[in-house]
């Protein structure tokens, strides 16, 4: 599959010569609430279709479709979705929000929260640390949790899918 991918600064410039461009915003809705750029509406990953695009622009068949995140990886595998739906005219933002951010074009800022990134990195911590002293205090089978979250974590470095971030999105806190 053929990724189009655009800089912040030059999306910025198009966004300024036409205010009508979708920019489509797949990260969780907390995310979306704490920072995004102005013109980007929020469906997040887990919710994304053809259809949900459709239901909301009508036009979105017809239209150039902007997808961002927080570093590019999710609205890469946005991208990658709605290509397999048939959608062909859509293109990522190299380098997500953060880039955006880092390239001081305007944002809608909100209450600060804890990134979806984080999250996963505090869970895995907490459960390896966990099942570490659950096997040293109780039973050594406790080490199997720490095996699991570890086979977890490189099975999702080389695949770039994150079953623990997907489950954590879905989570009640990162929800409106």
Same mark, same amino acid.
């Given at each position: ?8 600064? &030059? ?8 205010? &009508? ?12 609430? &704490? ?142």
């Amino acid at each position: 599959m053929n990724i189009l991918s655009i800089s912040p600064a &030059e999306l910025a410039q198009k966004i300024a010569a036409d205010s &009508e461009i979708l920019l489509i915003d797949v990260r969780t809705p907390k995310e979306f609430a &704490e920072v995004h750029a102005g013109q980007a509406t929020s469906i997040p990953l887990d919710e994304i279709s053809r259809a949900t695009l459709l239901a909301q622009f009508p036009d979105a068949a017809n239209r150039e479709i902007y997808l961002i995140c927080h570093s590019g990886n999710r609205s890469r595998k946005a991208l990658q979705k709605l290509q397999a739906e048939g959608l062909t005219n859509l293109v990522n933002v190299e380098g997500g929000t953060s880039a955006w951010v880092q390239a001081g074009l305007p944002v809608i800022s909100g209450k600060k929260s804890i990134s979806l990134e984080r999250q996963v990195r505090i869970t895995a911590g907490s459960l390896v640390v966990s099942g570490a002293l659950l096997a040293w205090l109780l039973h050594p089978l406790w080490i199997l949790l720490s095996a699991f979250v570890g086979t977890g974590l490189v099975f999702a470095g080389l695949t770039d899918t994150c079953g623990m971030g997907l489950l954590l999105a879905r989570m009640p806190w990162n929800r409106k």
